[in-house]
């Protein structure tokens, strides 16, 4: 099912995810759900805060993107990114590597707003798969980049509090809209007082 996407404004988007502790038929069918919204929006990761889910969950897909490559090493060995797409990522713990570098950035729950963030180049990760089987890689490129933001929003942080202060006087009015646009959606809904 494909699931409604928080857009910013939205409270649970700064919310740290809890652990996920045990992979029950409910969390499967989120990720199942992830995985659908993510195609449905043509995103290249989701995390759960996204879908209104303060939890440490998100799935990647980098495989459809061609002009950004990807760089993915397993054990030491380069495995062709595409291979290990869809990612689902429980519980990511992530060590940022090499110097960093900017480069553009777009996020579902901020529609039509794309930014230069500056990152380390190269991410390990370890993590629980579906299978609730440890997993650990090291990732440059669009992956890198797409897995540091996935895992940011995690810890409710936004790709815009990275962002320079030249891009925060620029977008200011657009972000405070975006809010306030959510805000009263959230209340109009009875979802916020
Ligand atoms: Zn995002």
């Given at each position: 099912?494909?699931?409604?996407?928080?857009?910013?404004?939205?409270?649970?988007?700064?919310?740290?995810?809890?652990?996920?502790?045990?992979?029950?038929?409910?969390?499967?069918?989120?990720?199942?759900?992830?995985?659908?919204?993510?195609?449905?929006?043509?995103?290249?990761?989701?995390?759960?805060?996204?879908?209104?889910?303060?939890?440490?969950?998100?799935?990647?897909?980098?495989?459809?993107?061609?002009?950004?490559?990807?760089?993915?090493?397993?054990?030491?060995?380069?495995?062709?990114?595409?291979?290990?797409?869809?990612?689902?990522?429980?519980?990511?713990?992530?060590?940022?590597?090499?110097?960093?570098?900017?480069?553009?950035?777009?996020?579902?729950?901020?529609?039509?707003?794309?930014?230069?963030?500056?990152?380390?180049?190269?991410?390990?990760?370890?993590?629980?798969?579906?299978?609730?089987?440890?997993?650990?890689?090291?990732c440059g490129g669009l992956l890198s980049r797409a897995i540091q933001h996935e895992f940011d929003h995690l810890q409710g942080i936004l790709f815009i509090d990275r962002m320079s202060s030249?891009?925060?006087?620029?977008?200011?009015?657009?972000?405070?809209?975006?809010?306030?646009?959510?805000?009263?959606?959230?209340?109009?809904?009875?979802?916020?007082?």
């Amino acid at each position: 099912m494909v699931l409604p996407i928080v857009t910013y404004g939205h409270p649970t988007l700064r919310r740290k995810g809890a652990r996920v502790e045990e992979i029950t038929p409910e969390i499967r069918q989120l990720i199942a759900d992830m995985l659908e919204t993510m195609k449905d929006a043509a995103g290249v990761g989701l995390a759960a805060q996204q879908v209104d889910q303060a939890l440490q969950l998100t799935v990647i897909d980098v495989s459809e993107v061609t002009d950004r490559p990807s760089t993915l090493e397993v054990n030491g060995q380069s495995v062709p990114p595409e291979q290990a797409m869809p990612m689902v990522l429980i519980n990511p713990e992530i060590t940022p590597e090499e110097e960093p570098e900017p480069g553009p950035e777009g996020c579902l729950s901020f529609p039509e707003i794309y930014i230069e963030i500056t990152r380390p180049k190269a991410t390990t990760v370890r993590a629980t798969n579906l299978d609730g089987e440890p997993i650990e890689f090291r990732c440059g490129g669009l992956l890198s980049r797409a897995i540091q933001h996935e895992f940011d929003h995690l810890q409710g942080i936004l790709f815009i509090d990275r962002m320079s202060s030249v891009d925060r006087e620029r977008l200011r009015p657009e972000l405070e809209d975006m809010q306030a646009a959510t805000k009263a959606a959230l209340k109009k809904a009875g979802k916020i007082s």
